[in-house]
Protein backbone atom coordinates (compact mmCIF):
# COMPACT_ATOMS: atom_id res chain seq x y z
CA UNK A 1 0.00 0.00 0.00
CA UNK A 2 2.37 3.04 -0.91
CA UNK A 3 0.20 5.23 -0.47
CA UNK A 4 -0.30 5.41 2.89
CA UNK A 5 -3.32 6.63 3.25
CA UNK A 6 -6.21 5.64 6.08
CA UNK A 7 -8.67 3.25 5.15
CA UNK A 8 -11.93 2.24 6.07
CA UNK A 9 -13.14 -1.09 6.81
CA UNK A 10 -14.87 -0.99 2.81
CA UNK A 11 -11.61 0.32 1.57
CA UNK A 12 -12.88 4.29 1.45
CA UNK A 13 -9.53 6.34 1.72
CA UNK A 14 -9.54 9.76 3.87
CA UNK A 15 -8.25 11.86 1.41
CA UNK A 16 -10.13 14.56 -1.06
CA UNK A 17 -8.98 15.90 -4.25
CA UNK A 18 -9.77 18.54 -7.27
CA UNK A 19 -10.12 16.37 -9.90
CA UNK A 20 -9.23 19.40 -11.86
CA UNK A 21 -5.69 19.42 -11.47
CA UNK A 22 -6.14 15.54 -12.09
CA UNK A 23 -6.96 12.31 -10.74
CA UNK A 24 -4.31 10.75 -8.45
CA UNK A 25 -2.47 7.91 -9.51
CA UNK A 26 -4.01 5.55 -6.28
CA UNK A 27 -7.54 6.73 -7.85
CA UNK A 28 -8.87 6.75 -4.24
CA UNK A 29 -10.53 9.56 -1.83
CA UNK A 30 -13.20 11.66 -2.41
CA UNK A 31 -13.27 13.49 -6.01
CA UNK A 32 -14.97 17.19 -6.40
CA UNK A 33 -14.87 19.15 -9.18
CA UNK A 34 -13.07 22.72 -8.04
CA UNK A 35 -10.98 23.69 -5.41
CA UNK A 36 -12.32 22.74 -1.83
CA UNK A 37 -13.22 24.93 1.00
CA UNK A 38 -11.91 23.86 4.22
CA UNK A 39 -14.98 22.23 6.18
CA UNK A 40 -15.78 20.19 3.35
CA UNK A 41 -11.87 18.92 2.96
CA UNK A 42 -12.28 17.69 6.55
CA UNK A 43 -15.15 16.11 6.50
CA UNK A 44 -13.89 14.19 3.35
CA UNK A 45 -10.91 13.08 4.89
CA UNK A 46 -12.73 12.32 8.52
CA UNK A 47 -10.51 14.73 10.15
CA UNK A 48 -11.44 13.58 14.36
CA UNK A 49 -10.52 15.54 17.19
CA UNK A 50 -7.51 14.14 18.75
CA UNK A 51 -7.12 14.23 22.78
CA UNK A 52 -4.44 13.25 25.09
CA UNK A 53 -4.61 10.30 27.36
CA UNK A 54 -2.40 9.58 30.68
CA UNK A 55 -0.12 6.83 30.64
CA UNK A 56 0.36 4.21 33.13
CA UNK A 57 2.48 1.39 33.87
CA UNK A 58 2.47 -1.87 36.68
CA UNK A 59 4.96 -1.75 39.29
CA UNK A 60 4.92 -4.46 42.07
CA UNK A 61 3.03 -1.87 44.17
CA UNK A 62 -0.06 -1.48 41.47
CA UNK A 63 -0.86 1.05 38.81
CA UNK A 64 1.36 4.19 38.27
CA UNK A 65 0.96 7.33 36.25
CA UNK A 66 4.21 8.16 34.04
CA UNK A 67 4.57 11.54 34.65
CA UNK A 68 6.47 12.25 31.61
CA UNK A 69 4.81 10.81 28.79
CA UNK A 70 1.06 10.97 27.34
CA UNK A 71 -0.45 9.13 24.55
CA UNK A 72 -2.02 10.58 21.87
CA UNK A 73 -5.87 9.19 20.96
CA UNK A 74 -8.51 9.94 18.59
CA UNK A 75 -11.74 8.04 17.15
CA UNK A 76 -10.80 4.86 15.32
CA UNK A 77 -12.45 5.35 11.71
CA UNK A 78 -15.05 2.17 12.01
CA UNK A 79 -16.39 3.00 15.25
CA UNK A 80 -16.37 6.87 17.00
CA UNK A 81 -16.84 5.28 20.44
CA UNK A 82 -13.21 3.40 20.24
CA UNK A 83 -10.50 5.29 20.78
CA UNK A 84 -6.88 4.14 18.69
CA UNK A 85 -3.74 5.16 19.89
CA UNK A 86 -2.09 7.38 17.50
CA UNK A 87 1.33 7.64 19.61
CA UNK A 88 3.39 8.17 22.90
CA UNK A 89 5.20 11.45 23.30
CA UNK A 90 6.74 13.91 26.14
CA UNK A 91 4.57 15.56 28.16
CA UNK A 92 5.98 18.68 26.80
CA UNK A 93 4.36 18.01 23.29
CA UNK A 94 1.83 20.40 22.29
CA UNK A 95 -1.01 18.67 20.85
CA UNK A 96 -2.31 20.95 17.38
CA UNK A 97 -5.37 19.88 15.72
CA UNK A 98 -4.82 19.03 12.27
CA UNK A 99 -8.24 21.39 11.76
CA UNK A 100 -5.63 24.05 12.85
CA UNK A 101 -3.14 23.49 10.91
CA UNK A 102 -5.04 23.91 7.51
CA UNK A 103 -6.72 26.91 9.09
CA UNK A 104 -3.57 28.19 9.16
CA UNK A 105 -2.38 27.33 6.06
CA UNK A 106 -5.44 28.88 4.75
CA UNK A 107 -4.34 31.97 6.89
CA UNK A 108 -1.28 31.96 4.94
CA UNK A 109 -2.88 32.73 1.95
CA UNK A 110 -5.52 34.84 3.07
CA UNK A 111 -8.47 32.58 2.14
CA UNK A 112 -10.90 31.97 5.05
CA UNK A 113 -12.72 28.76 5.78
CA UNK A 114 -15.12 29.18 3.34
CA UNK A 115 -12.78 30.01 0.32
CA UNK A 116 -12.29 27.06 -2.13
CA UNK A 117 -8.77 27.06 -2.10
CA UNK A 118 -7.64 23.43 -1.16
CA UNK A 119 -5.89 21.07 -3.88
CA UNK A 120 -6.00 18.35 -1.81
CA UNK A 121 -5.96 16.88 1.78
CA UNK A 122 -5.64 13.34 3.40
CA UNK A 123 -4.52 11.53 6.32
CA UNK A 124 -1.78 9.09 6.55
CA UNK A 125 -0.69 5.71 8.34
CA UNK A 126 -3.74 5.54 10.31
CA UNK A 127 -3.86 8.78 11.77
CA UNK A 128 -0.70 9.44 12.46
CA UNK A 129 -0.10 11.94 10.11
CA UNK A 130 -2.09 14.39 8.13
CA UNK A 131 -1.48 16.43 4.97
CA UNK A 132 -2.84 19.43 2.49
CA UNK A 133 -1.87 21.27 -0.79
CA UNK A 134 -2.92 24.64 -1.94
CA UNK A 135 -2.21 24.60 -6.05
CA UNK A 136 -2.08 28.54 -6.93
CA UNK A 137 -0.96 27.67 -10.33
CA UNK A 138 1.71 28.87 -12.92
CA UNK A 139 2.23 32.45 -12.37
CA UNK A 140 4.43 34.45 -15.27
CA UNK A 141 7.02 37.25 -14.96
CA UNK A 142 7.62 38.82 -18.59
CA UNK A 143 11.08 40.32 -18.33
CA UNK A 144 11.89 43.57 -20.31
CA UNK A 145 14.00 41.22 -22.65
CA UNK A 146 10.98 39.33 -23.56
CA UNK A 147 11.80 36.66 -21.78
CA UNK A 148 8.94 34.43 -19.98
CA UNK A 149 10.07 33.72 -15.97
CA UNK A 150 7.34 30.61 -15.52
CA UNK A 151 6.95 29.09 -11.64
CA UNK A 152 4.23 26.98 -10.64
CA UNK A 153 3.20 28.25 -6.68
CA UNK A 154 1.96 25.89 -4.18
CA UNK A 155 1.56 25.61 -0.68
CA UNK A 156 1.93 22.19 1.21
CA UNK A 157 1.59 21.24 4.89
CA UNK A 158 1.92 18.33 7.14
CA UNK A 159 1.67 17.62 10.74
CA UNK A 160 1.55 14.50 13.32
CA UNK A 161 -0.11 13.16 16.12
CA UNK A 162 2.77 10.80 17.29
CA UNK A 163 5.89 12.94 17.70
CA UNK A 164 6.88 11.76 13.99
CA UNK A 165 6.63 15.09 12.09
CA UNK A 166 6.79 18.77 12.95
CA UNK A 167 4.31 21.39 11.72
CA UNK A 168 5.40 22.03 8.64
CA UNK A 169 4.63 24.46 5.74
CA UNK A 170 6.60 24.50 2.22
CA UNK A 171 6.39 25.48 -0.98
CA UNK A 172 6.54 23.28 -3.92
CA UNK A 173 5.82 22.64 -7.20
CA UNK A 174 4.87 18.66 -6.46
CA UNK A 175 1.46 18.12 -5.35
CA UNK A 176 0.33 15.87 -2.61
CA UNK A 177 -1.68 12.85 -3.37
CA UNK A 178 0.27 10.37 -0.78
CA UNK A 179 2.91 9.93 1.69
CA UNK A 180 5.37 9.66 -1.54
CA UNK A 181 4.92 12.85 -2.95
CA UNK A 182 4.52 14.21 0.14
CA UNK A 183 8.35 13.02 0.53
CA UNK A 184 9.01 14.18 -3.09
CA UNK A 185 7.40 17.92 -2.25
CA UNK A 186 9.70 18.66 0.99
CA UNK A 187 12.91 17.03 -0.49
CA UNK A 188 12.35 19.76 -3.67
CA UNK A 189 10.57 22.53 -1.74
CA UNK A 190 11.86 25.95 -2.44
CA UNK A 191 11.32 27.20 0.80
CA UNK A 192 9.80 25.53 4.39
CA UNK A 193 9.20 26.31 7.96
CA UNK A 194 9.18 24.05 10.49
CA UNK A 195 7.47 23.95 13.69
CA UNK A 196 8.24 21.59 16.53
CA UNK A 197 4.97 20.74 19.23
CA UNK A 198 6.02 22.45 22.35
CA UNK A 199 4.13 24.79 24.09
CA UNK A 200 4.96 28.14 21.90
CA UNK A 201 3.31 26.34 18.58
CA UNK A 202 0.73 28.77 18.19
CA UNK A 203 2.85 31.78 18.59
CA UNK A 204 5.65 30.17 16.12
CA UNK A 205 2.90 29.36 13.55
CA UNK A 206 1.87 33.31 13.98
CA UNK A 207 5.32 33.70 12.19
CA UNK A 208 4.48 31.16 9.45
CA UNK A 209 2.91 33.80 6.99
CA UNK A 210 5.59 36.42 7.07
CA UNK A 211 8.53 33.77 6.64
CA UNK A 212 6.72 31.97 3.59
CA UNK A 213 6.26 35.82 2.73
CA UNK A 214 9.18 35.60 0.58
CA UNK A 215 7.52 33.64 -1.90
CA UNK A 216 4.30 34.96 -1.63
CA UNK A 217 2.94 37.94 0.17
CA UNK A 218 6.01 40.16 -1.99
CA UNK A 219 4.93 39.90 -5.42
CA UNK A 220 5.65 43.55 -6.18
CA UNK A 221 8.86 43.77 -4.98
CA UNK A 222 9.73 40.66 -6.16
CA UNK A 223 8.90 41.28 -10.08
CA UNK A 224 10.75 45.13 -9.21
CA UNK A 225 13.80 43.18 -8.25
CA UNK A 226 13.55 41.15 -11.65
CA UNK A 227 13.55 43.70 -13.72
CA UNK A 228 15.75 45.52 -12.44
CA UNK A 229 18.68 42.98 -12.56
CA UNK A 230 17.16 41.52 -16.30
CA UNK A 231 18.18 45.04 -17.09
CA UNK A 232 21.77 44.79 -16.06
CA UNK A 233 24.43 43.28 -17.71
CA UNK A 234 25.41 39.68 -17.18
CA UNK A 235 28.05 37.35 -18.78
CA UNK A 236 30.75 35.66 -18.12
CA UNK A 237 32.45 38.23 -16.76
CA UNK A 238 30.10 39.73 -14.44
CA UNK A 239 29.46 35.37 -13.08
CA UNK A 240 33.22 35.48 -11.91
CA UNK A 241 32.95 38.47 -10.14
CA UNK A 242 29.99 37.76 -8.19
CA UNK A 243 31.54 34.63 -7.45
CA UNK A 244 34.93 35.93 -6.59
CA UNK A 245 33.64 38.27 -3.84
CA UNK A 246 30.68 36.04 -2.56
CA UNK A 247 32.86 33.06 -2.19
CA UNK A 248 36.22 35.02 -1.93
CA UNK A 249 39.27 32.49 -3.06
CA UNK A 250 41.46 30.95 -0.32
CA UNK A 251 45.38 32.65 0.19
CA UNK A 252 47.68 32.46 2.22
CA UNK A 253 47.63 30.05 5.11
CA UNK A 254 44.09 29.22 3.98
CA UNK A 255 45.27 28.01 0.63
CA UNK A 256 45.40 24.58 0.97
CA UNK A 257 45.13 21.95 -1.54
CA UNK A 258 41.49 20.88 -0.33
CA UNK A 259 40.20 24.42 0.23
CA UNK A 260 41.85 25.56 -3.23
CA UNK A 261 39.87 21.87 -4.73
CA UNK A 262 36.28 23.12 -2.72
CA UNK A 263 36.73 26.14 -4.34
CA UNK A 264 37.12 25.19 -8.24
CA UNK A 265 34.42 22.48 -7.64
CA UNK A 266 32.34 25.24 -6.85
CA UNK A 267 33.55 27.40 -9.26
CA UNK A 268 32.91 25.16 -11.98
CA UNK A 269 29.20 24.01 -10.49
CA UNK A 270 28.49 27.93 -10.62
CA UNK A 271 29.68 28.46 -13.97
CA UNK A 272 27.30 25.22 -15.75
CA UNK A 273 24.20 26.33 -13.28
CA UNK A 274 24.73 29.55 -15.60
CA UNK A 275 24.39 28.54 -18.85
CA UNK A 276 21.83 26.05 -17.89
CA UNK A 277 18.25 26.56 -19.28
CA UNK A 278 17.18 28.24 -16.47
CA UNK A 279 19.57 31.08 -16.05
CA UNK A 280 21.52 32.49 -19.04
CA UNK A 281 20.27 30.02 -21.29
CA UNK A 282 16.57 31.29 -20.66
CA UNK A 283 17.30 34.53 -20.04
CA UNK A 284 20.34 35.88 -21.96
CA UNK A 285 23.52 37.64 -20.63
CA UNK A 286 21.65 39.62 -17.34
CA UNK A 287 21.99 39.71 -14.03
CA UNK A 288 19.28 38.21 -13.52
CA UNK A 289 20.72 34.89 -14.83
CA UNK A 290 23.50 35.81 -12.57
CA UNK A 291 21.24 36.41 -9.45
CA UNK A 292 19.12 33.26 -10.29
CA UNK A 293 22.65 31.02 -10.76
CA UNK A 294 23.76 31.78 -7.18
CA UNK A 295 20.08 31.89 -5.57
CA UNK A 296 19.53 27.69 -7.32
CA UNK A 297 23.45 27.19 -6.06
CA UNK A 298 22.60 27.81 -2.97
CA UNK A 299 19.03 26.56 -2.00
CA UNK A 300 18.99 23.65 -4.60
CA UNK A 301 23.14 22.39 -5.33
CA UNK A 302 25.29 23.24 -2.10
CA UNK A 303 26.08 20.42 0.25
CA UNK A 304 24.24 17.29 0.57
CA UNK A 305 21.83 17.98 3.12
CA UNK A 306 18.16 19.32 2.10
CA UNK A 307 16.75 20.07 4.76
CA UNK A 308 19.18 22.43 5.87
CA UNK A 309 19.22 24.07 2.58
CA UNK A 310 15.58 24.69 3.14
CA UNK A 311 16.06 25.91 7.05
CA UNK A 312 18.67 28.28 5.49
CA UNK A 313 16.77 29.12 3.02
CA UNK A 314 13.81 30.35 5.23
CA UNK A 315 16.36 32.21 7.55
CA UNK A 316 16.35 35.48 6.95
CA UNK A 317 19.34 35.84 8.93
CA UNK A 318 21.29 32.45 7.48
CA UNK A 319 24.80 32.61 5.62
CA UNK A 320 22.79 31.97 2.80
CA UNK A 321 20.65 35.10 2.68
CA UNK A 322 23.09 36.65 3.36
CA UNK A 323 25.52 36.01 0.39
CA UNK A 324 22.41 36.53 -1.50
CA UNK A 325 21.64 40.09 -0.79
CA UNK A 326 26.00 40.43 -1.32
CA UNK A 327 25.26 39.17 -5.04
CA UNK A 328 22.25 41.98 -5.06
CA UNK A 329 24.26 44.52 -3.77
CA UNK A 330 27.16 43.60 -6.32
CA UNK A 331 25.10 43.41 -9.45
CA UNK A 332 23.17 46.89 -8.66
CA UNK A 333 26.43 48.31 -7.69
CA UNK A 334 25.52 48.95 -3.82
Known sequence: MGHELELDKAGRASFCYNDKNGNPWHRLGQQFTGAINLQD?????????????????????????????????????????????????????????????AEIAMAVVGASSNDAVLDTMGILFDGKQFFGFIDFGDVETVLPSGAIDRTMQGLGFLSSHDGSQAITFYTSNVRAVCNNTVTWGLRSAKS???????????????????????????DQTFTAMVTQLDMLPGGSGVLSRVIRKVWPKPEGQDATDRAKKIWDTRFEKLVNLYYAPSNQGGFGDTSWAVFNTVTEFLDHVQGQDADRRARMAIDPQSLSNQKKRLAYDILVGV
Not at 71 to 90: C, E, H, M, Q, R
Open 41 to 101: ALAACNVRVASKAPLYAMTSSGMAEIDSHQAIVWPSIDDPNVDVVLGVTGSRYELVQYSSV
Open 192 to 218: CVRIRHTAHADERMSQVREILGLAYGN
